[in-house]
């Protein structure tokens, strides 16, 4: 049974830094791909990161670029998502997510999600 779940989120000022885990159970990192995904209040679901290969690869949405970072310890089953210089619009609930084959752009495509885990950026 494959089991997800974050933690690390916290309120932060602007230009701060967090970092969220996600700890993983279950999950074959070699098919599939993971991803991070955030809810800010009013808006839709949206990608913020993703890791495929078993971290061979790496891609980020536009607006997290160069501030963002996902990674994966594979020794310590867990998913990493470094984000530095936090702004106001990075304030959301984080998910991280897990798709057994291949990857896709489509959140409901996903097969195992966790809990979440609130991220609060003050300016």
């Known amino acids: 049974q494959v089991r997800l779940a974050e933690s690390g989120g916290g309120p932060v000022e602007a230009g701060g830094s967090l970092r969220l885990s996600c700890l993983v159970s279950?999950?074959?990192?070699?098919?599939?791909?993971m991803k991070w995904f955030r809810q800010a209040p009013g808006k839709d679901l949206e990608w913020v990161a993703v890791l495929s290969g078993g971290g061979s690869s790496t891609r980020y949405h536009d607006s997290v670029k160069g501030r963002f970072t996902i990674s994966l310890d594979k020794g310590k089953n867990t998913l990493y998502l470094q984000m530095n210089d936090l702004q106001s619009g990075d304030t959301g609930i984080y998910y991280c997510a897990a798709k057994n084959w291949g990857c896709s752009s489509y959140s409901a495509n996903f097969d195992y999600w966790g809990q979440g885990t609130q991220v609060t950026v003050s300016s």
């Open positions: 279950g999950y074959t990192y070699s098919d599939g791909c």
